[in-house]
């Protein structure tokens, strides 16, 4: 038993090398996912849509088609105030 004849020595550096690039590929698309989850792309930014904390008139989030419990809002980003209101505003219907 003594060394390895070169061409192990070359796979194994092949494969640890595949290897390792393989882990920085999967770490690479971890951080992107989390980062789509952390801001949804799709969801508009408050000051798109001329959001404010209280409400218009008799409008505000809690009557609001897009309002999910207990504050959020599925087409506008972050935390909404239930009390807030915004362009988007989409009555429910009664
Ligand atoms: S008023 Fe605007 S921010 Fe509030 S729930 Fe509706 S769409 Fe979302």
């Known amino acids: 038993m ?4 070169m ?7 092949r494969f640890f090398g595949t290897a390792t690039g393989g882990m920085a ?10 980062r789509a ?11 798109d849509v001329r959001y404010q904390d209280q ?3 008799e409008q505000d989030c809690r009557l609001c088609k897009n309002f999910v ?3 959020s809002c599925r087409v506008v ?5 239930p009390n807030g209101w915004c362009l ?3 009555a429910v219907p009664k």
């Open 2 to 5: 003594g060394a390895l004849p």
């Open 7 to 13: 061409s192990s020595t070359i796979s194994r550096r």
């Open 25 to 34: 590929l999967a770490s690479a698309i971890a951080v992107q996912a989390h």
């Open 37 to 47: 989850k952390a801001s949804d792309a799709s969801q508009l930014r408050k000051e």
């Open 55 to 57: 409400p218009k008139g």
């Open 69 to 71: 419990t207990p504050n």
């Open 77 to 81: 980003s972050g935390a909404v105030n």
């Open 88 to 90: 988007l505003f989409q």
